[in-house]
């Protein structure tokens, strides 16, 4: 899956918008919920060198909201590195180079989807 693609995917399948919160970086875009505006996905273009690839031309990339148990065997994956730019222990940058199974990247980003969606509160129990 390409970029072109992902961005697609994700405006057919969620609802929400790109969002571009940075002028100095216009190819940066942000989906967020529509209720708490949390961001589920940020894609973005990296440099190779900066994901611990060789060379330094770019490859695009989404950073995904992620369990902490998977995130260890996930980076083990071609195509699945560090977050780059947010924290590691919770989030995963993802090539979207067409490395990793377009399967694959759905169901992360479902996972990123869920766990940043807004909480629902309990109702009051009668007594």
Known sequence: M????FKQYILETYPCEANHPWIKYPNNEVFRHPGN???????????????GLAGSDVIDVVNLKCDPILIGSLR??????????????????VALDGSVPDELIKMLLDMS???????????????
Request: no cysteine.
């Open 37 to 51: 505006r949390k961001w589920f996905a940020l894609v973005m273009d990296v440099p190779k060198n900066k994901l």
């Open 2 to 5: 390409n970029r072109g693609q």
């Open 76 to 93: 083990k994956e071609p195509g699945i590195f560090p977050a780059y730019h947010m924290n590691k222990a919770n989030w995963i940058s």
């Open 113 to 127: 989807y869920g766990a940043t969606a807004p909480k629902r509160k309990k109702k009051a129990k009668k007594s």
